[in-house]
């Protein structure tokens, strides 16, 4: 296999950069579509299957010519999608409202830190250990070279992961700040509060995969914890992953602790002044959150790329038929899978428990998140001290 | 301890989630079959709506097997209204015992449809239908008579089946 020069190796990193990013505006929008329709589901409704309008314009036509074409409710069934292209058509084309009295920096710049935060957190999760795909012969300029599974492959990748994703509390305080509106400013101290809070169990909580895998590289990690734990590495897992699932709704300010925006009590919470892509930003940088929490859960206690979640996997192996080793290896699909999943999990816990107080989301990270992930942890390190 | 360990392992939270999980996956594996579909809102402008039975409409006065109106204007529908949408002129009718309401007014702009008027009506003269669509563009559409363009308070009326008198 040749090995790429400088320049060949930063294109291939702008490739995977690209692809990444294309993942992530692929996965962000179905998300959205997603929450309208399974939201509907729990609720006993079909979800959004029309557009708002209904009657005219390209979507109108796009729904009564579906309607017309035989009355299948299939198709029915998914006329919202039109919504999301009218979604993004309405924010960019909004007016861009600037505050009269806000400041003008901080109130731009507040959105720009948390989309950077989010989307800058992808450079550290490896989707596959190893080579994920070779170019091609025939590709220009970069033929024949092989793809890595990750953008960059850090020694201490968990440490930049929760580093870069704590810097996503300053973009919802600066705008809370920024917007010089009592509204916004209360929003932005409690998330403040709320997400400092829960920085700490999250923390806590992911330092159990550490002490079990001896290893900050999140591909290192992943591939140990699937393959290469004994049977009583299972359960600080499983309580791990309750605990960091808890946290992460808290960290990406989903219901239901989203106290930075409860619409009841603060009209928008942290960026009720924010309108057009500016707001825009808040919501995508929310989603690509969802996701990031998303592929650490599937990569420290799914198993990753591989089949079986909670270390099940290196358990198993040895008794997979050589006929099924397609299933014993790992594939990015795995991945994708279980990310999917747990955004799934996010929308069906969003569409079932209300939100809670303002104290009893404090009172829940710091007197019960917090002993448990201490306990949890203590749990690693016995079995990782006896049995590993 | 109890209280402790029901703070510790999310039972309520497992049985909630078990409870909307239910539905998502009835209404996700029934929503492209047209037999039997088990979300309870239906794709309103295209299909039909279905009313429940108690459901609210229109004022309809009904008549009897004879053609006649059962109206005998005893007046009690316009002394309870709340909001005085309902005017009753008494007037004769040849071959007729009871009164017969010459004019019976009824102006849906300001009705809250509360259905007192039915509920006070000893006869099951009126009923309030099923009707859905209770939208008009004009404000003289709202205005219903027995004559004249506002010639529209027998129809559609059907038969009146959830009758208070009845029950």
Known sequence: ?388 | MNKILRTLIPFDIAKGLAITGKHFSKVFFTANRRKVPLHIVSEYPEVVAKVQPRYRGRLTLLKDEQGEIKCVCCLACEKICPTQVITIEKGKKEGRKMPFPVRYDFEMERCIFCEFCVESCGFDSIILNHQFELAAYNREDFSLGMEGAGQNMFEPSPVGKFSVAED
């Open chain 1, 1 to 388: 296999m040749p090995t790429p020069t400088l320049t060949q190796s930063i294109v291939i990193t702008l490739i995977q950069c690209l692809l990444v990013v294309i993942f992530v505006f692929v996965v962000v929008p179905l998300t959205v579509f997603a929450e309208r329709k399974v939201l509907g589901h729990l609720q006993q409704r079909l979800g959004s299957t029309r557009v708002a309008s209904g009657h005219v314009g390209i979507t109108g036509w796009m729904n009564r010519g579906m309607w017309k074409w035989g009355r299948i409710p299939v198709l029915s069934y998914w006329r919202g999608i039109p919504g999301l292209v009218a979604d993004v058509l309405k924010l960019i084309l909004k007016e861009d409202i600037l505050p009269a009295k806000a400041d003008k920096f901080v109130f731009f710049i507040a959105p720009a830190l948390s989309m950077v935060a989010a989307v800058v957190v992808f450079a550290a999760v490896s989707f596959v250990p190893g080579v994920f795909f070779t170019f091609p012969a025939w590709f220009p300029f970069v033929g024949g070279l092989p793809v890595s599974g990750g953008i960059a492959d850090i020694n201490v990748g968990l440490l930049w992961i929760l580093g870069v994703a704590s810097v996503g509390v300053y973009g919802i305080v600066l705008a809370g700040w920024a917007s010089n509106s009592k509204y916004p400013l209360l929003g932005g101290l409690r998330s403040a509060a709320q997400m400092v809070s829960y920085e700490v169990p999250l923390a806590m909580s992911l330092l159990a995969p550490v002490v079990l895998s001896a290893s900050l590289n999140f591909g290192e990690m992943s591939a140990r914890m699937a393959t290469g734990l004994p049977f009583w590495g299972l359960v600080p897992q499983i309580l791990g992953f309750l605990i960091y699932l808890t946290c992460g709704f808290a960290e990406t300010n989903r219901l239901p602790f989203d106290m930075p925006e409860a619409e009841n009590e603060l009209v928008a919470g942290f960026h009720t002044e924010y309108s057009g892509m500016k707001f825009g930003f808040f919501y995508l940088a929310e989603y690509i959150n969802m996701t990031v929490v998303a592929a650490l859960a599937s990569g420290f206690f799914l198993g990753g790329p591989w089949l079986l979640p909670f270390g099940l996997q290196g358990l198993v192996n040895p008794y997979i038929p050589a006929a099924l080793s397609w299933f014993a290896e790992p594939h990015a699909i795995f991945f994708v899978v279980k990310i999917i999943f747990i955004l799934f999990t996010y929308i069906w816990v969003r569409g079932t428990i209300p939100r809670y107080r303002y104290d009893q989301v404090m009172s829940v990270a710091w007197k019960y998140l917090i002993p448990m992930a201490l306990f949890n942890l203590l749990l690693a390190a016995v079995v990782r001290c006896f049995a590993v």
